[in-house]
């Protein structure tokens, strides 16, 4: 009897101790994200890979490393369809509110890495340095202003409303850019990507997007 109850005790203790260190929700995102939810979801790291870093050829962003409430409002975005793409509806319609929340912590707390191989594999051929140009002095004839202005120097990111560019796949930046000026991706807070993107040609996005993939990301700076 008394001990009995001393084991009940111990455990309680441990199950507190365990509820301490690994909160119930990271458990539950690290889990999603290797297995799925069994509600509909599939596991997140078969597109985005396991160190969330992406796949450039699939069109795969990279998660790890971004910032949490951006992550968050994207998957609220794919949910309500303000963001519109059917792969990521389907992940984004079976995970509940608190799920989605889980999820973009636990990408966010993931080491920042770039996509490998996020600017493709053939060297894109830009001689007139165009994606440079647009990306860090714009092209104020057309009202574009530099794309460092709001996503940072080298395209790192600014906080939660100003995702990092550097180091994500030139695949995945150009369909991002082409969904802005159709109008399919429109959760935009003002519009202002979809304003942008209207002034850019095809070859615009193209070039703009593989010198943002080959920026270092994360920055050299910020490497221990
Ligand atoms: C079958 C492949 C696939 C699976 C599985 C998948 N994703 Fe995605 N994910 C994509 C694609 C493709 C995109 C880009 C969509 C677009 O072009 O708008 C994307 C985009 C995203 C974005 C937006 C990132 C950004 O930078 O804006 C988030 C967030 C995201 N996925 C989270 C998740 C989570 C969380 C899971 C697991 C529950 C998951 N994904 C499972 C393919 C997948
Ligand atoms: C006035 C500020 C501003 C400027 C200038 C700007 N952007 Fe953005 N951009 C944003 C905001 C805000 C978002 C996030 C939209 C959201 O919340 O979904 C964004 C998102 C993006 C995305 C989607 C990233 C992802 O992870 O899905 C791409 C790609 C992008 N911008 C490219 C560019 C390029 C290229 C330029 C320059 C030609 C540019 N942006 C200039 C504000 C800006």
């Excluded at 009897?1 to 301490?20: F, K, N, T, V």
């Excluded at 790192?156 to 969904?179: E, I, R, T």
Aim: hydrophobic share 40%.
């Amino acid at each position: 009897m008394r001990i009995d109850r001393w084991r009940g005790h111990a455990i309680a203790a441990a199950a507190l101790l365990m509820a301490a260190t690994l909160p119930a929700a990271a458990q539950d995102a690290a889990t999603i994200a290797a297995q799925g939810n069994g509600k509909g979801a599939a596991p997140c790291q078969t597109c985005h890979t396991p160190d969330g870093g992406g796949q450039a050829s699939g069109g795969f962003p990279r998660l790890a490393g971004e910032n949490a409430a951006y992550l968050q409002a994207q998957l609220d975005a794919f949910a309500s369809g303000t963001r519109d793409n059917p792969v990521m509806k389907l992940q984004a319609s079976a995970l509940t509110e608190a799920e989605r929340k889980a999820l973009a912590i636990y990408f966010s707390r993931m080491p920042a890495v770039a996509t490998p191989d996020a600017a493709g594999t053939t060297p894109f051929a830009d001689p007139e340095h165009l994606g440079e140009t647009l990306a860090t002095r714009g092209r104020w004839s057309k009202q574009v202003p530099a794309c460092v202005q709001c996503h940072g120097p080298g395209g790192v990111g600014v906080g939660a409303d100003f995702p990092p560019l550097a180091g994500q796949s030139a695949n995945y930046l150009a369909a991002q850019l082409k969904a802005f000026r159709s109008g399919s991706r429109h959760n935009d807070p003002m519009g202002l990507m979809r304003n942008i993107s209207h002034s850019l040609s095809d070859r615009d996005i193209d070039a703009v997007a593989h010198w943002f993939a080959a920026q270092p990301f994360p920055p050299k700076e910020s490497r221990p």
